[in-house]
């Protein structure tokens, strides 16, 4: 079932602590899979996690909440080699498209080496919901800051540009982050962007912004543009707290 618009849900967060598994799928995360409309059925949720190498354990790992939750499950795997014989098919098949954190460099690699990023497109055109976390984040936008090359952060200028933003994630809790978003966007190497704490974030429809959503009481979310002096005006989005 297609959302009513082309749909991101952008995040630095999306998961719990599960109860009785790993992890549980938090408010940000079960908010996407609403966006997607879905009546009497159980929701289609496909997890990608390119990011981090299709990790078995992260990948067992959704299988775990997706149970829980009650979701149709099935993921895309890249490594080492693709598990479905039409990735474009398979995406347009899903309800909801959640992406996983790691290296955004490697999972842009990945896609581009398989046409994900153009199969993305198609499910996103299509109004299949796109969500994830951190590099699941980043990837949908112009760009952002990014620990794929080592600690010291990088910036990444070659996001899939679904959006026109660039996109800061865990802008609260590591100490690089914040600093280096709003300075390469000052000094124009990105364009203005937004940027979520830990627990937050941002929904897209078609290109425009829609609304900005936390799981985490204090969790903000920010729009940060270079001003006519060639500052950076960071300003605070009304947060509408999931429950």
Known sequence: MPADAPTILATSGGVVPGARTRW???PLTSYAVDLAGVDA????VCFVATACGDA???IRDFYDMAQQAGFAASHLQLFTMPNVEDVTAHLLDQDVVW???????GLLAMWRLHGVDEAMRTAWEAGVVLTGVSAGSICWHAGGTTDSFGPA???ITDGL????????VHHDS???RRPLFQRLIGDGVLPAGYATDDGAGVLYRGTELAGAFSERQGAGAYFVERDA?????ETALDVRLLR
């Open 56 to 58: 078995t354990e992260v």
């Open 24 to 26: 549980s799928v938090g």
């Open 174 to 176: 590591e100490e690089q």
């Open 41 to 44: 059925r159980p929701p289609k």
């Open 229 to 233: 002096g060639g500052g950076v005006v």
């Open 161 to 168: 540009g679904l959006v026109p933003y660039s996109n800061g």
């Open 99 to 105: 992406v996983w954190g790691g290296s955004v460099a």
């Open 153 to 155: 952060l990088r910036p």
